[in-house]
Structure formats: structure tokens, C-alpha cells
Nanobody, 128 residues
Framework: QVQLVESGGGLVQAGGSLRLSCAAS????????MGWFRQAPGKEREFVAA?????????YADSVKGRFTISRDDNAKNTVYLQMNSLTPEDTAVYYC????????????????????WGQGTQVTVSS
């Protein structure tokens, strides 16, 4: 069994920054892309960013390009980060870490599937 544990959420003023972390435990996910989704109140869960372990390809939702950076810890496998800068109130949401062989396909908003592994979520609140 795999567990994804997020940390780093919190309350920040508009224009500020936060860094989220996600650590996977259980079996090795070295072949699984990992990434982040978010869900705001009353809205569907949406793709934010993903990274492949093999090749390091990175993908972002248009809404976060240039502001968010996803990265991995090559020393501590199965750990990914999301650096969030220039935050706005529209970024307020519960952020979920995810791992799935097809995770990068979710960058297409019309793609539908079932993600293999989810974290419990961490709240990010941006005040105006």
C-alpha cells in the first residue's frame, strides 16, 4: 500500500509564497509521475502540476505557469515539492498530492480517469 502525506499549507496574504511537500511511503513509486491537484469550495478538483521521475518532464496548468514550480528530491525518492509564488485569493483551495501512471494526462482538462493514489490534502488560504 502507498501513502502520500502532504505538508506546508497555511494562510498567506496575496502576493506571498508557500511551499508544499509530499512524501510517499510504502512501495517505491519510481515509475509513477507525481503531482498536485487542487479543489476550491464548490468547484471540481483540478490539475495543477506533475513531474516524471524518468526524464524529469514537467507539466503545469495554465493558471499557475510562471508562478508555481514543481520539483523532486532526487536523493529522497518519492518526495515532490510545489513552490507557490505570487499567490492570489483564486489559489485558495485544498491541495492534494497524487501519483498515477497517467498523471500527466490530467493536464488536459477534458481527460477523465481514476488516480491511483491521493494524499489527504492540505489547505491553502490566500487572503486579499
Amino acid at each position: 500500500q502507498v501513502q502520500l502525506v502532504e505538508s506546508g499549507g497555511g494562510l498567506v496574504q496575496a502576493g506571498g509564497s508557500l511551499r508544499l511537500s509530499c512524501a510517499a511511503s510504502g512501495r517505491t513509486l519510481s515509475t509513477y509521475p507525481m503531482g498536485w491537484f487542487r479543489q476550491a469550495p464548490g468547484k471540481e478538483r483540478e490539475f495543477v502540476a506533475a513531474i516524471r521521475w524518468s526524464g524529469g518532464n514537467i507539466y503545469y496548468a495554465d493558471s499557475v505557469k510562471g508562478r508555481f514550480t514543481i520539483s523532486r528530491d532526487d536523493n529522497a525518492k518519492n518526495t515532490v515539492y510545489l513552490q507557490m509564488n505570487s499567490l492570489t485569493p483564486e489559489d485558495t483551495a485544498v491541495y492534494y498530492c497524487a501519483a498515477d501512471p497517467n498523471l500527466t494526462l490530467y493536464r488536459n482538462p477534458t481527460f477523465r480517469g481514476t488516480v491511483d493514489y491521493w494524499g489527504q490534502g492540505t489547505q491553502v488560504t490566500v487572503s486579499s
